[in-house]
């Protein structure tokens, strides 16, 4: 026979024990926000239409971009408010396990008069009658629940819903695999890839760059002197204005040819960005990004994990203002040649 002890099992009836507790990070879907960064430009002209608007004299793309970089910071802003609120409750960034609560203690008195005359008639039955006691020993689980359901009902008790009053919940966070979520993006966000190449780009065109300078040095240094009276001897202006000119034209060349180099890059930068982002960032929008949620011991690791996720596109961007604002230089450098 199955050991039954009624008392408790009604009691378990009335026990309410499944504790939700919201853990919410930031909402926000990086993947969206990362595809919502606009486009590099594709031409000299466009970068110099971003960086000097309304007759700009010094390059400055971040102004074009202001509307995308203040929705990236009030995101991070949120993340980082959160962190705060939870750091302030839990200094040590451990929250204490919450038990399970108790509602019998709120049965009335007729409630627990009711429970006492059934558990005294169930139990009278199964001492009294052994082939309702073989026969309730027999049932399934589920149908004990049901017969003993319809007794609190004849005593005019309707059982409350709920769990019984155990603590067999899952540990929060465990349905998802967030340690190993946060430590792929992480140790993938890390590679130096992308700095390598970054600078490998640097480096090439400012080699170019500094060619056309020489070069120009050179040509304005075989130029003949001529006297300017008082004022000495120097080379022809207007010479010396025509290898500037003609610099630029190099200049301007290489420039283009090192932004759609850049463009491209910026293009597989942001590719490989969402691959890493991608499997975190669908596992914290399947969670309602913790508004319903638990992630238990795991949530200082996965809300320090969305702000570093949240930085990336920021530092992507930056790197393409730079390569923007230079670009523009050369243009606008040609535009204003005296």
């Known amino acids: 026979m199955k050991n039954i002890a009624t008392g408790a099992l009604f009691a378990a009836m009335l026990l309410q024990t499944a504790i939700l507790t919201a853990q919410?990070?930031?909402k926000?879907?990086?993947?969206?926000?990362?595809a919502e960064m606009p486009a590099a430009p594709a031409t000299l002209e466009e970068?110099?239409?971003?960086?000097?608007?309304a007759g700009a004299t010094s390059a400055d793309a971040a102004a074009f971009y202001r509307p995308y970089l203040s929705k990236l910071e009030?995101?991070?802003?949120?993340n980082q408010l959160l962190q705060q609120q939870f750091y302030t409750k839990?200094?040590?960034?451990?929250?204490?396990?919450?038990?399970?609560?108790?509602t019998a203690s709120k049965a009335s008195p007729q409630h627990e008069a009711a429970m006492n005359s059934a558990t005294a008639e169930l139990a009278q039955k199964m001492m009294s009658d052994p082939a309702f006691a073989q026969k309730f020993s027999q049932m399934s689980e589920k149908e004990q629940h049901a017969y003993i359901a319809q007794l609190l009902a004849d005593k005019g008790l309707k059982p409350a819903s709920g769990t019984p009053n155990t603590n067999q919940a899952p540990i929060p966070g465990t349905d998802v695999e967030w340690a190993t979520l946060c430590t792929e993006y992480t140790q993938a966000a890390m590679g130096l890839s992308r700095w390598e190449a970054y600078t490998a780009l640097q480096q090439q065109y400012e080699a170019r760059?500094?060619?056309?300078?020489?070069w120009a040095e050179a040509e304005i240094k075989k130029l003949p002197m001529i006297s300017f009276g008082e004022y000495g001897h120097d080379h022809d202006p207007e010479k010396v204005k025509a290898i500037?000119?003609?610099?630029l034209a190099k200049h301007r060349e290489v420039a283009q040819a090192?932004?759609?180099?850049?463009?491209?890059?910026f293009q597989k930068f942001r590719r490989e960005s969402e691959q890493r982002m991608t499997p975190l960032n669908s596992a914290l929008k399947g969670v309602g990004y913790g508004s319903n949620y638990d992630f238990g011991i795991h949530y200082p690791t996965v809300i320090s994990t969305q702000a570093a996720m949240l930085a990336e596109p920021d530092a992507l961007l930056k790197d393409e203002i730079s390569i923007i604002n230079e670009a523009a230089q050369w243009e606008y450098d040609a535009r204003n040649l005296r």
């Open 24 to 26: 919410p990070v930031a």
């Open 74 to 78: 009030a995101t991070y802003r949120e």
């Open 258 to 265: 090192k932004l759609t180099e850049a463009t491209a890059l």
């Open 90 to 102: 839990y200094p040590t960034g451990i929250r204490p396990q919450q038990q399970p609560q108790h």
């Open 28 to 34: 926000a879907d990086m993947v969206a926000l990362l």
């Open 47 to 53: 970068a110099y239409r971003r960086a000097y608007p």
């Open 209 to 214: 760059h500094q060619e056309i300078r020489d």
């Open 244 to 247: 500037r000119k003609q610099a």
